[in-house]
């Protein structure tokens, strides 16, 4: 049998997961007991899952999380405030689908941050394009946009994400008036 230009074709149809499942295939040979409708189910299925893998990959280094957090990960102690039911509505994302906004506020030093990265990383792992930046480098990066003239294109930019997540910590106020015009 010809596999190898059928692992090359595979790859020039650029189909890697499938390649690599049937690479797989090859050197397994009990595989053979299963029927081509299966071995070409478990292809497609492989194929499938590789293309989840690589997107969600892609939108979580396109966000530019500070952190690893995750949603799975938040500590529900008393102290924190947390309810359970609220964190559970959030991770499901409708918030973000219906346009609405999340502020969350506290003091320094609980979690504010990380919260936002794990609601992100939530949003990433349901296909939702993300970018998380710092206030004032955001401010700045428009203030620079403005003045080179890409003001228009970058605000484009931030509007074609589905989410947008700012960390604010100090805004000077030289910034305060690029705040409300920077509002997407």
């Known amino acids: 049998m010809l596999n190898q230009p059928t692992l090359d074709h595979l790859r020039a149809l650029r189909l890697p997961g499938m ?5 797989q295939q090859l050197e397994q040979p009990d595989i053979q007991r ?22 969600l990959q892609r939108l979580l280094q396109a966000a530019r999380f500070r952190q690893q957090a995750c949603v799975e990960e938040i500590d529900f102690q008393p102290r924190r405030g947390l309810d359970r039911a609220v964190i559970a509505a959030l991770s499901s994302c409708d918030w973000i689908r219906r346009g609405h906004n999340l502020l969350i506020t506290g003091s320094t030093g609980t979690g504010k941050s990380w919260l936002a990265s794990a609601f992100g990383q939530a949003a990433c792992r349901q296909g939702l394009t993300v970018r998380y930046e710092r206030t004032n480098r955001l401010l700045e990066q428009l203030r620079i946009a403005r003045g080179d003239g890409s003001y228009q294109k970058r605000l484009h930019q931030l509007a074609k994400l589905d989410l947008r997540g700012t960390c604010a910590q100090k805004i000077d106020t030289q910034h305060r008036s ?3 015009a920077t509002t997407v």
């Open 178 to 180: 690029l705040d409300s």
């Open 34 to 55: 299963l029927s081509f409708d299966e071995r070409l189910a478990l292809l497609v299925d492989r194929e499938i899952t590789s293309r989840r893998n690589r997107r």
């Open 19 to 23: 390649a690599e499942a049937f690479a």
